[in-house]
Structures are given as C-alpha cells and as structure tokens.
C-alpha cells in the first residue's frame, strides 16, 4: 500500500489499517464472477469490535486496490485483471456474541465458524 499512500491515494494511517488485517485476499465472487477485496478479523469469540474492523479495513482494501490499479495497471494488473466491484469483510472464530452476529448482519460481514481443535 505504500504506493497508494505516496500518490495519496489513502492516508497513512488507512494503509496502516489494512496492514493490520489478520488476512487479506482478493478473488472471485462465485455468484456475480467479479472481484472482491476481502478483509477477515481472527478471533476466539467475535465481538463488535472485530466486526467494525473487518468492514473498515475490507472497504478501504477496496479503495486502494481500485486506485492503485488505476494509478499503475501495467505494474498490478496481474493480481487485478480488472477492477474489484465490491468488498467483504470476514469474521472468523469459534464463537460470536449476540450483538456482534447482529452487527455482522447489517454490515454484511461474513461470519465462519471454526471448530475448536480437540
């Protein structure tokens, strides 16, 4: 993201945001077949805060993939063979609160169940 923040593109602070993502991908939506920038939050038990994180640093993922593509396409059109169309923030654990998996909801943020290792 350093180029993004050189052209000003994002500030500073926003790209160190995204760098504290737990996970960042870009991939194919399955259901419209373009790309979407996800950025997924890692905890024992969701809580809001993961929440709020995840559709924060997913959404400005987004933005700095859009203009820096538009920016330098001949230097990351091989990780975006066009421009993603939308973000997704992911919240990943073993458990989420009630408030935070309702928060999750409006937001649309994706919650993944994950299993406690034996």
């Known amino acids: 993201m350093k180029i993004a923040t050189r052209n000003e593109e994002i500030t500073v602070e926003q790209s160190d945001e995204i760098a504290n993502a737990d996970a960042l991908a870009v991939g194919k939506d399955w ?9 997924a939050e890692i905890s024992k038990t969701v809580r809001d805060d993961d929440v709020e994180r995840a559709a924060k640093r997913a959404s400005l ?31 990943m654990g073993t458990s989420i ?21 034996d």
């Not at 859009?66 to 066009?82: D, T, W």
């Not at 609160?97 to 290792?117: M, P, Q, S, W, Y």
């Open 31 to 39: 259901d419209t077949n373009k790309l979407v920038c996800v950025a």
């Open 61 to 91: 993922l987004l933005k700095a993939s859009r203009n820096v593509l538009a920016s330098h396409p001949q230097r990351f059109g091989f990780i975006f063979p066009e421009p993603p169309s939308n973000s997704l923030g992911v919240v």
């Open 97 to 117: 609160t009630d408030h935070a998996n309702r928060k999750a909801e409006r937001e649309g943020v994706l919650f993944i169940h994950c299993h406690e290792k």
